[in-house]
């Protein structure tokens, strides 16, 4: 992808669209001393107007389908969408249900998938990087 | 002042403040006290059950494991014992002792995690990275015995799929050591300072008798000073045999008040008796099969042929577990699977823990029960744009705004908002 | 607590009712049996049974399950009497059997508040109707949802079932 280095610090927001807390506790094991994403300037925020980029978890149940859209459409362009773990990617194990109506991609159009059930978080991390090479590449092209 | 009603309605969620997981709440608040609040979960409804009785039974096994990540141990446990109990399957001595081992090394995980994430509601940020950075060694010798850091894939019917093998049993101990060594350093941080004790005590209390009533299970019961543990009360597994006794706060030479306080109590003390569960089940392990059913097509058959009925129960990291099935021949799917997870059982008691508490408290006291949203979905609309919604930010802010006034300094935390 | 004071408990809420013992072997060891009663109870034996219950000892409820029988619902009420006595709780089954064409059974929250959640589900789930439940809305199901999932061949359920996995032999 032929990142060098950082041009910026990117904020995320993390959404849980019915995911099963594991991707969720590995996305928190990212930011704390272990992996420290901190370091490079990644940093989860509290709402999706400050963020660069949407780390999804989850299949997608039916009353978040729409939610997810929202929080797609509040976050400032340009963005990323990650999606990390299984169940996000290709709806997983979680198939043929009443209430599930993801995959993610089906909902929002999504960049990165990081696969996993759950990814480590070193995997975690190298899906927000390559998320920060689309957006500087996206700015790029804007100049 | 004239008397008026002043009463705002306040939902916050789904996507929300305290918990990583989406739950909606709508409070009823009077100036800063809270006056109401109704809980709608569902959001995180997967329709779990439905989907496993359409699949073949290992199928099923590994959907319960994906019930939640946190108890990805628990699920497993109790699910393959009600299929065992349905289908008269034995399970080898190793494999009940290998069972229990896993179990406390999860238990060890979850309060080490709830303690992290409790300390960043109350803005001692601190604290959870300290507490997080601990809780990376149970994760390590959780990787080296089953292959991974989450989802460990463990029980199987009719036993469990790994064992410990003697060059890692060293790996284990040395683990024990270490979270014995550094306990009372963790305790001293949570329990010993004041701090937390003036944003902990008497906050998001829950009398006995509520507790009761409401059937509240775990910690949350425990912390309230009832002695309920799945695993002292109704053996199962080895439990029995290895003498163990509800930890309440009287162990810490407390009364029980039932606040968020006592919680940490139980939930730090637990750490301590699930290590020395681990070294007596290491020591008194014997040898031999881990499971009756070494291949999967034999135990798939045995499966099919299976008529009848079980129940299976747990005491989770956050309180009793129970599934039940029924299986009939000749078919592979189990004809009705309940599963029932703690948080379940603790939904009601967030009612009269909210009764009168302050705004800047919704965060620790959601969070005090450990609620495991996902377990329970297996929740309703906030309206549009409303402008009383607040933001998860906000709510941070409100609550380290608390610590801050009550110790009378601005407190170590980062001030620019960032939250988990 | 033991099986022999329960059965007498549930005797006494309902005269000449048969409690089956299914004793459970835990342990390595030493051996201990967990015991564990299944009852068949009337709707209308229901409630007078749980209060029994409730006299006895500490009464935890764990859940209630069920399933469609096609045309008797069946409804089973999962007990822990004497909540907190170690090594001493009974874990009692009720099975409730209602017909499909009137799903009615009494509530048992004015006994047992906690039994609340797990009422409101059996509603959203298969259909069952709680006379005296405090309140009937949606736990975990979306409110326009109108289906039950766990009744057999629902046409609402059927309808949200997303096909993902088409290769999968039954539902090719």
């Not at chain 2, 003498?243 to 407390?254: E, F, N």
């Not at chain 2, 009705?336 to 009612?351: C, E, G, R």
Request: net charge negative; proline share 8%.
């Amino acid at each position: 992808m032929g990142l060098s280095s950082f041009k910026r610090a990117l904020w995320v927001f993390h959404i849980a669209t019915g995911s099963c807390n594991g991707c969720d506790i590995e996305i928190v094991a990212a930011l704390t001393p272990r992996y420290d994403v901190e370091r490079f300037g990644i940093k989860l925020v509290g709402t999706p107007r400050h963020a660069d980029a949407l780390l999804v978890t989850g299949p997608v149940t039916r009353p978040m389908a729409e939610r997810l859209k929202r929080v797609y459409e509040q976050t400032p362009d340009p963005k990323a969408v990650v999606v990390v773990g299984g169940c996000g990617s290709t709806s997983g194990v979680f198939y043929e249900s009443y209430n599930v109506v993801g995959p993610v991609d089906e909902i929002v159009p999504v960049d990165v998938y990081v696969p996993g059930c759950p990814p480590r978080p070193e995997a975690i991390i190298h899906g927000v990087v390559t998320a920060v090479a689309k957006l500087e590449e996206l700015a790029g092209e804007k100049r | 002042m004239p008397e008026t009603q002043n009463v705002y309605e306040i939902p916050i969620g789904p996507i929300h403040p305290a918990l990583k997981e989406p739950v909606r709440f709508t409070f009823q608040v009077e100036g800063e006290r809270i006056r109401a609040v109704d809980v709608r979960a569902g959001f995180a409804h997967r329709g779990i059950e439905f989907m496993g009785m359409r699949r073949n039974l290992i199928q099923t096994l590994y959907l319960s494991e994906r019930i939640c990540g946190i108890c990805s141990i628990s699920h497993p446990i109790a699910i393959t014992l009600a299929v065992e109990r349905a289908a008269g399957i034995e399970v080898p001595p190793r494999a009940q002792y290998l069972r229990v081992i896993f179990s406390e090394l999860e238990r060890i995980h979850s309060h080490l995690l709830w303690a992290g994430v409790a300390a960043h509601e109350l803005g001692f940020d601190t604290l959870l990275h300290l507490t997080w950075k601990v809780r990376e060694q149970v994760l390590d010798i959780l990787e080296e015995l089953s292959g991974n850091r989450i989802d460990y894939a463990i029980p199987i019917y009719g036993g469990v799929r790994r064992d410990i093998s003697p060059e890692q049993i060293p790996k284990v101990e040395a683990m024990i050591r270490y979270y014995r060594g550094l306990l009372e350093e963790l305790v001293d941080a949570f329990l010993r300072d004041p701090s937390v004790a003036a944003r902990t005590r008497d906050v998001g209390v829950l009398t006995p008798e509520e507790a009761d009533l409401l059937c509240a299970v775990g910690p949350t019961a425990r912390a309230s000073g009832l002695s309920k543990d799945v695993r002292q009360d109704r053996p199962y597994l080895v439990y029995g045999e290895l003498g163990v006794k509800a930890i309440t706060p009287r162990d810490w030479g407390l009364e029980p008040r039932g606040d968020v306080y006592d919680k940490a109590v139980v939930r730090l003390l637990e750490v301590g008796q699930s290590l020395d569960l681990i070294e007596t089940c290491l020591y008194e392990m014997p040898e031999g099969e881990i499971t009756s059913f070494p291949k999967i097509p034999a135990l798939l058959a045995h499966l099919k042929k299976a008529e009848g009925e079980g129940l299976g129960w747990h005491e989770a990291p956050r309180g009793e577990v129970i599934h039940y099935i029924r299986l009939e021949a000749g078919v592979e799917e189990p004809v009705a699977w309940k599963v029932k997870a703690p948080t379940y059982s603790n939904l009601m008691s967030w009612v009269p823990m909210f009764a009168d508490q302050e705004i800047a408290d919704i965060p620790i006291i959601a969070a005090s029960i450990d609620p495991c949203i996902c377990c329970m979905d297996r929740v309703h609309m906030v309206r549009d744009g409303s402008p009383a919604t607040l933001l998860k930010e906000d709510l941070l802010r409100l609550s380290r705004e608390k610590t801050e006034r009550l110790t009378g300094h601005p407190s170590p935390v980062t001030r620019h908002g960032g939250g988990l | 607590m033991t099986a022999d004071q329960v059965k007498k408990a549930l005797v006494s809420a309902v005269p000449g009712l048969q409690a089956e013992l299914r004793p459970r072997p835990v342990g390595v060891r030493t051996r201990v049996e967990v015991p564990e009663l299944w009852v068949d109870v009337s709707r209308e034996g229901l409630v007078p049974v749980v209060a029994a219950l409730k006299a006895a000892g500490p009464l935890h409820i764990s859940i209630i399950s069920g399933r469609d029988k096609g045309e008797e619902i069946e409804l089973l009420y999962h007990f822990a009497v004497g909540y907190g006595t170690p090594g001493g709780e009974v874990m009692v089954t009720l099975r409730v059997g209602v017909p499909a064409s009137d799903p009615t059974v009494p509530s048992i929250c004015g006994i047992l508040p906690g039994a609340e959640t797990t009422e409101r589900e059996k509603i959203e789930f298969l259909g069952i109707h709680f006379t005296g439940i405090p309140s009937t809305a949606h736990v975990f199901l979306p409110d326009g949802f109108t289906g039950h999932p766990w009744r057999k061949d629902d046409p609402e359920t059927a309808r949200h079932v997303k096909r993902m996995v088409e290769w999968e032999g039954k539902d090719a």
